[in-house]
T-cell receptor, first 112, second 113 residues
Framework: GENVEQHPSTLSVQEGDSAVIKCTYS??????FPWYKQELGKRPQLIID?????GEKKDQRIAVTLNKTAKHFSLHITETQPEDSAVYFC???????????FGKGTTLSVSS | DTEVTQTPKHLVMGMTNKKSLKCEQH?????MYWYKQKAKKPPELMFV???????INESVPSRFSPECPNSSLLNLHLHALQPEDSALYLC????????????FGDGTRLSIL
């Protein structure tokens, strides 16, 4: 089955710095890769996603890159703000895209 | 604003009780999901419904029984749960089953006494 590894498990940055979170996946058939942000006590919220026919996608301060050959994808947050502090989960599609397997999460702390 | 609505928000029950969790969406999504999330862990898939039929059961114990009465509703019936079943139960939906964004509800925080 699919396995998703996520690193680092915790990340602390100063406000205004960039943050990068990396994930690797095992199933070469996976072709959809969303990223979720979960604040304490709240639901996971989709922040960006990418499909395998695209190498990079941007949405304001957030970008995701995908390397299908190496089977890894990354989340990039620029000009971080304290409100970016949360747990971030990557995920990869599984079972012909019918389900998602999540990474273990990265706790991002942005200090002002 | 949450487009996937889950009730109740909190539930405390004994190990012999029977209760149900409810999930509703009105986005016309045809795939609905139940996840279990323990503190500081990622969501773990439990069940997937596609067009109101169960398509994936991730080897979930029979004390959890899902039901999809129609395309907008998803229930999770609970019976004889164990303390280790205490967790946040999340419902999600997506436009169709394959490779579409999943939108989560706020979850039901379940505590088993």
């Amino acid at each position: 089955g699919e396995n998703v590894e996520q690193h680092p498990s915790t990340l602390s940055v100063q406000e205004g710095d960039s943050a990068v979170i990396k994930c690797t996946y095992s199933d070469s058939a996976s072709n959809y890769f969303p990223w979720y942000k979960q604040e304490l006590g709240k639901r996971p919220q989709l922040i960006i996603d990418i499909r395998s026919n695209v190498g990079e996608k941007k949405d304001q301060r957030i970008a995701v890159t995908l390397n299908k050959t190496a089977k890894h994808f990354s989340l990039h947050i620029t000009e971080t703000q304290p409100e970016d502090s949360a747990v971030y989960f990557c995920a990869a599609s599984w079972q012909a895209g019918t389900a998602l397997i999540f990474g273990k999460g990265t706790t991002l702390s942005v200090s002002s | 604003d949450t487009e996937v609505t889950q009730t109740p928000k909190h539930l405390v029950m004994g190990m012999t009780n029977k209760k149900s969790l409810k999930c509703e969406q009105h986005m016309g999504h045809r795939a609905m999901y139940w996840y279990k999330q323990k503190a500081k862990k990622p969501p773990e898939l439990m069940f997937v419904y596609s067009y109101e039929k169960l398509s994936i059961n991730e080897s979930v114990p029979s004390r959890f029984s899902p039901e999809c009465p129609n395309s907008s509703l998803l229930n999770l019936h609970l019976h004889a749960l164990q303390p280790e079943d205490s967790a946040l139960y999340l419902c999600a939906s997506s436009q169709q089953e394959s490779n579409q964004p999943q939108h989560f509800g706020d979850g039901t925080r379940l505590s088993i006494l």
